[in-house]
């Protein structure tokens, strides 16, 4: 399993040809209290760069882009009443949507671990 | 991910465009810094809008006290012959009739009945006007004030003093601790004070809905009081993030949101503040479109509405009929940390303000519905008999 980022502050957990979506630490820190998620149902289809969810914080709205195409497996039901899991646990049970990638390869264009972490540092 | 839209406290900044002067440091710039506030631009200045979050902020004034810089607002002193009788003519407050020492709210008023801005003043012993106008509205406001009253008044805009507001339950036994008998004052009462040789106006008066006070302090001393407040165990600093959300769950209005040039104290619901000498004799602007909308009630009227579900419906989004055409505006809205559900205030029309009116709103394409209740939405807790 392989984790990759956006510029944009998501990321994707690749399993096979299963990928998990949410956003980075840096992207919750950034938010403060979220009190809002709508997540994208299932049989969605998406284009890379699409806006498929929105997260709204006690200050602002803002969208959340998918990272692949593929169509949409499931989202997270939990964030619905617990938003604030993407607080606690952005990386982790704060996960968006799962989705079934169409195009393993645009994995590519994005960022690693440590590629997302350089980038963070200097903004 | 990317931001669609900003808190109105974030971009609410009418001063800070492109062209206009960069934005200024408060007194106390370095002190929010050292303390981790995230500052932003807001009415010309770099103000803190959050420390360790706005949520946790905003419950801690709840249940604690909160200390609150609000040094960007103006604090003028008028003085000089007929005082009372110049400012009456601009707005619909009862100057001669105000005890001193006793903050009175009201309204700079247009020729057409519009809102300039909304303001604090108080009748001093001396006869003097103190008044607090709003941050992003002041130059305007001095601007206005040297237009239209007469040469003999004098302004006096006190840029050498810092306000703090201390806001929550504890607030006064904080306070006290420093300032011994500043619990003696009640709810929009003020007095002059001694800290450590300096000279603190103080007002038992807020932005918040709960007890508390505001403290007009000499600049070379507000940060040794900042320190001084904030070493009691139940004060911390809050950001203008909470400020925004416990205002709006009391309903108490935001100028350049809730109030503007295109309202009028009737449509934003302050009719409180049209005293009944004003109402009787008039001599203010905009009176007669004034009353005639007391009489026949406004078009739109400002209300409170709670969003069904959990998004929050924020300014800007359209208040619609039946047949889906826009007839009203949320002004001002968010998720509210004591009621725990989305909230907003909205102009709509007034056959809709009737609380328990169910309101269609549309956000970003989004339909959302809302119901029309009475505020505040958190009761005040204000303290109207002296401790």
Redesign the interface.
Known sequence: MSRYYTE???WVEVDGDIGTVG?SEY?QSQL??I??V?TPDAGKEVSKGDDVA???S????????SPVSGTVLEGNDAL?DT?ELVNEDPEGDGWFFKITLSDASEVEGLMNESAYAEFVSKL | MSQQVQDQELSGDPEGGEGEPPLALLPLDAWHRARGGRMVPFAGYEMPVQYEGIMAEHLWTREHAGLFDVSHMGQLIFSGEGVEAALEALMPADIAAAKAGHPVYSMLLAENGGILDDLMLTRRDDGSIYMVVNGACKWDDIAHFREHLPDEIEINYLDEHALLALQGPKAAVVLARLIPGVDALVFMQGGLFQWQGHDLWISRSGYTGEDGFEISVPTGAVEALADAIVAAPEAKPIGLGARDSLRLEADLPLYGHDLDTETTPVSASLGFALKKRRREEGGFPGYERIMAERETGPILKRVGLIVDGRQPVREGAAVLDAEGSEVGRVTSGGFAPTVQKPIAMAYVPVAQSVVGTKITLVQRGKIHTAEVVQMPFVPHRYVRKGA
């Open positions: 944009d502050h998501e956003i992207a403060g209290d009190v809002f709508e929105v997260v709204e006690v200050k602002a709205a803002s969208d959340v882009y619905a938003p």
